[in-house]
């Protein structure tokens, strides 16, 4: 009983991280881009911040809900979950990626152009790398968010540490809730000190 | 018009009746003006005389609303944009360095743009280090913050001559450092004409600075070109403008 207990901690864990990992990796994927695309383009920013700001807006659970009929990407399972994941880091790497960019001293952006650099190297050379450390404090929020919120995953099948805690509250047994919300609170400060150790490397702006 | 000795008349930097503008409102109008190769043009007047916007429209940052901007015979809406900024070193007022670069490697800038072997861009920054006074094992790794604003301001110069650009601009580059160091930046600046003997365009709002440096001043007033004249010429000069900034002496 008790090894059983042990190794449901551990899948349910790997689980876990398997839905934060794939969520993250494509809200970065979609968000920095985007990100650097809103400061470029002042056009499309009140819409993209506005869509994402919206969609954090959703409590969790209805989103997971709003999900399960849409064709494609809903559903019963994992990549229903992982699109929701996606939506809801989405917005906090958005933003402080703008933000990270539109904060780089404009004479050395100034100074940038009048060198003769071009749009790209600019971008690549000396705006990423300044906003480096804003980009990877949005990436810290969004994945404690995400460690956090991914539990609720169960209620569609998605798997992971909820299982654990809605089993727990089916049968009323805090054992069971504390097997799925300790490892989640223990990844959840992992990922917040890893990443943190991470954004205080790279050199301040 | 062809031949070497034209090329050798041929003013580097020439403004045709440029005017420009932003949202309406005037900035610059029908300027004229011709920059011979080896002088130094001083370009003086108030804040929102419209100095800097001369010097952006002269590296193709911004280009006129009106009229045109020559650089080496070629109108800068005709020139590659890029290619038109790396002949021209800029120093702004603000440096603008880059914080994440050590000071080796925002001298090097346009130079490794410019795809220079490393050992020669390497020997380059050494030189530039020493030429504005900087030894180079001392200084070579800081970054910009371990810089006083006067040791900035220099690599910011060295910076703007890394790949020994015919055209200079400087924006106010001494404005916002104390008298003593401002006044030995200045003599810097003279041995710097007299052994490289660049063109120069510097923009000031500061009299003094104008008088000492340029070989020509040209004073600006609400966008229009008030007064062209030598340093000598200058002090004799009536306009109303002419007269407030004399005046400062």
Redesign the interface.
């Known amino acids: 009983m008790r090894e059983d207990l042990a190794s449901d901690i551990l899948r349910l864990t790997a689980e876990h991280l398997t839905l934060v990992a794939s969520a993250m990796a494509i809200a970065i994927l979609l968000g920095v881009p985007l990100g650097i695309l809103l400061a470029r383009r002042p056009a499309v920013r009140a819409w993209l911040l506005g869509f994402a700001s919206v969609a954090q807006t959703i409590p969790s659970l209805a989103l997971f809900g709003f999900l399960i009929p849409v064709p494609f990407i809903g559903g019963i399972g994992k990549r229903t979950v992982i699109v929701a994941l996606v939506l809801y880091a989405l917005l906090p790497i958005l933003r402080n990626t703008f933000v990270g960019i539109a904060s780089v ?1 404009a ?12 749009g790209n ?1 600019i971008l690549r ?2 705006q990423l ?2 906003a480096a450390r804003t980009i990877i404090a949005g990436i810290r929020v969004a994945t404690v968010a995400t460690i956090g919120t991914a539990t609720i995953a169960a209620a569609i099948g998605g798997g992971g540490l909820g299982v654990f805690i809605f089993r727990g509250i089916n049968s009323v047994d805090t054992a069971q809730i504390l097997a799925g919300a300790i490892p989640s609170a223990a990844l959840a400060l992992i990922a917040d000190g890893g990443l943190g150790w991470i954004e205080r490397k790279l ?1 301040p ?1 | 018009m062809t031949g070497s000795w034209s090329n050798e008349l041929m003013p580097l930097v020439e403004f045709r009746n440029v005017s420009y503008e932003i949202a309406g409102r005037r900035i610059l109008s029908n300027i004229e003006l011709a920059i011979d190769p080896g002088e130094t043009l001083v370009l003086l007047g108030r804040s929102g005389s419209g100095k800097s916007t001369a010097l952006k429209l002269t590296n193709g940052m911004l280009f006129p609303a009106s009229g045109e901007v020559r650089v080496e015979g070629r109108s800068t809406r005709e020139w590659d944009p890029i290619r038109l900024k790396r002949r021209i070193g800029y120093v702004i007022q603000d440096v603008g360095l880059f914080p994440h670069f050590t000071v080796a490697e925002n001298i090097a800038l346009v130079p490794k743009l410019e795809e220079w072997s490393a050992s020669r861009v390497a020997g380059r920054v050494d030189q530039l280090l020493e030429t504005m006074g900087m030894a180079p094992a001392d200084f070579r790794a800081r970054y910009p913050r371990e810089l006083s604003g006067g040791q900035r301001q220099r690599v910011g110069v060295a910076r703007a001559l890394a790949a020994d650009p015919p055209l200079l601009l400087f924006d106010e580059p001494f404005g916002a450092l104390d008298p003593v160091i401002r006044t030995e930046l200045q003599q810097q600046f003279l041995e710097l004409q007299r052994n490289f003997k660049k063109t120069a365009i510097f923009v000031t709002h500061d009299v003094r600075e104008a008088l000492r440096l340029g070989t020509r001043i040209a004073l600006l007033a609400d966008g229009k070109l008030e007064v062209l004249a030598d340093p000598a010429g200058f002090q004799r000069a009536h306009t109303a403008e002419a007269r407030a900034f004399l005046a400062c002496l």
Do not use: I
């Open positions: 001293d004479a050395v952006v100034d100074s940038a152009v009048a060198m003769g650099m071009t190297q050379q000396v790398p300044l050199s702006a």
